[in-house]
């Protein structure tokens, strides 16, 4: 950031400096040692000078420090600190994989955290009302993040937003108009996010617009009335999603008891209606009247001059002496067929 020197935080350059020395691929390494170096700036020191003070607040910690959560517990359960060793590390595997894959997807880490069609559409349509601060050595370069959107901090409380603000996020890139939209706009987020968040653990946030769409999104997940039976099947999904998103482990979280019970009794419900409706006899076609019959032969006879009685009638589905007769009557009487 450019301006006033920030306070060193020493929690997250370890973790930056972490995928500095250990990242999957050279690029995830050198992306993680721009970072580092951009981290380093704000606090008005070089790489070096930040190394080493992380190091001297580390010693510091592990000397002052009361004892540790992991200690507690594995005083209480023996062998905790081993299997909690074991899943970071499967933890942190899992993650390389995952860097890697996108890596290979995209090219590279400046490529995934390039502004998308939909993030460039909002950042753009808010810059009249925007206050931003530039930021120098993120991994796209140099960017200016969004501190106020209308002459107010948003953070991470959208709602605070002028209500214009809310309009000119609303317009910038269309709303879904559907329930089923909604929800995938926000698991395109959620998804975007957990990829970029791979590359900057614990540190990654989505800009300030982008915290503004969600939460209009959102409300209108909360809201927009469903218009059939496949839309409460999204509302119920919204729901559960919406729970276990609160949750660092995807499989936690879940509808409470009574929202639990209200979707098994909607799927009884739904179920029903569609044995029901599955059940009942086609409605019989509606009965064509002697002037429908008519109407039908004479445009045929125009239309198909060269087609004879019998295959006027099957197409028209009348009998062959019936398309005779008006055949006939068109003939000697053309004022038949104007009354047609």
């Given at each position: 950031?450019m301006?006033?020197?920030q306070?060193?935080d020493a929690?997250?350059?370890?973790?930056v400096?972490?995928?500095?020395?250990?990242?999957?691929?050279?690029?995830?390494?050198?992306?993680?040692?721009?970072?580092?170096?951009?981290?380093?700036?704000r606090?008005g020191m070089?790489?070096?000078?930040?190394?080493?003070?992380?190091?001297?607040?580390t010693k510091a910690?592990t000397?002052?420090?009361?004892?540790s959560?992991?200690?507690?517990?594995?005083?209480?359960e023996?062998?905790?600190?081993?299997?909690?060793?074991?899943?970071?590390?499967e933890r942190?595997?899992?993650?390389?994989?995952k860097?890697?894959?996108?890596?290979?997807e995209?090219?590279?880490?400046?490529?995934?955290?390039?502004?998308?069609?939909?993030?460039?559409?909002?950042?753009?349509?808010?810059?009249?009302?925007?206050?931003?601060?530039?930021?120098?050595?993120?991994?796209?370069?140099?960017?200016?993040?969004?501190?106020?959107?209308?002459?107010q901090?948003?953070?991470?409380?959208?709602?605070?937003?002028?209500?214009?603000?809310h309009?000119?996020?609303?317009?910038?890139?269309?709303?879904?108009?559907?329930l089923a939209?909604l929800?995938?706009e926000?698991?395109?987020?959620?998804t975007?996010?957990?990829m970029r968040?791979?590359f900057?653990p614990?540190?990654?946030?989505?800009?300030q617009?982008?915290?503004?769409?969600?939460?209009l999104?959102?409300?209108?997940?909360?809201?927009?009335?469903?218009?059939?039976?496949?839309?409460?099947?999204?509302?119920?999904?919204?729901a559960?999603?919406?729970e276990q998103?609160?949750?660092i482990?995807?499989k936690?979280?879940?509808?409470d008891?009574?929202d639990?019970?209200?979707r098994?009794?909607?799927?009884?419900?739904r179920?029903?209606y569609?044995h029901?409706?599955?059940?009942?006899?086609?409605?019989p076609?509606?009965?064509?009247?002697?002037?429908?019959?008519?109407?039908?032969?004479?445009?045929m006879?125009?239309?198909?001059?060269?087609?004879s009685d019998?295959?006027?009638?099957r197409r028209?589905g009348?009998?062959?002496?019936?398309?005779?007769?008006?055949?006939?009557?068109?003939?000697s009487?053309?004022?038949?067929?104007n009354?047609?």
């Amino acid at each position: 950031m450019m301006g006033a020197t920030q306070t060193f935080d020493a929690e997250k350059f370890a973790k930056v400096r972490t995928m500095m020395d250990r990242g999957a691929t050279e690029g995830e390494r050198a992306a993680a040692r721009t970072r580092a170096e951009a981290m380093a700036q704000r606090a008005g020191m070089t790489l070096k000078q930040a190394m080493s003070e992380m190091d001297r607040k580390t010693k510091a910690s592990t000397r002052n420090s009361a004892p540790s959560f992991e200690d507690w517990m594995e005083e209480r359960e023996p062998g905790y600190k081993a299997k909690a060793a074991r899943e970071r590390a499967e933890r942190e595997a899992e993650n390389a994989r995952k860097r890697e894959e996108a890596l290979r997807e995209f090219g590279s880490a400046a490529a995934i955290f390039e502004l998308t069609e939909v993030e460039r559409a909002l950042y753009e349509a808010a810059t009249p009302f925007a206050k931003r601060e530039w930021y120098d050595g993120w991994i796209e370069g140099r960017f200016a993040f969004t501190q106020e959107l209308g002459g107010q901090c948003v953070d991470y409380v959208s709602a605070n937003c002028p209500p214009f603000i809310h309009d000119v996020i609303r317009k910038a890139w269309p709303m879904p108009k559907t329930l089923a939209g909604l929800l995938a706009e926000i698991r395109m987020w959620d998804t975007l996010h957990r990829m970029r968040s791979l590359f900057v653990p614990g540190e990654y946030h989505h800009h300030q617009e982008v915290n503004v769409r969600e939460w209009l999104v959102e409300e209108a997940l909360d809201n927009l009335p469903a218009a059939n039976w496949d839309d409460m099947d999204i509302r119920f999904e919204w729901a559960l999603y919406k729970e276990q998103r609160t949750f660092i482990d995807p499989k936690a979280g879940g509808l409470d008891p009574f929202d639990e019970r209200l979707r098994q009794d909607f799927e009884a419900l739904r179920a029903k209606y569609e044995h029901a409706q599955a059940s009942e006899p086609p409605s019989p076609p509606p009965r064509r009247t002697n002037a429908d019959k008519r109407r039908d032969v004479l445009s045929m006879m125009d239309a198909h001059p060269e087609l004879s009685d019998r295959e006027i009638s099957r197409r028209c589905g009348v009998s062959p002496q019936t398309v005779s007769n008006w055949r006939a009557k068109t003939r000697s009487r053309p004022e038949e067929r104007n009354a047609a």
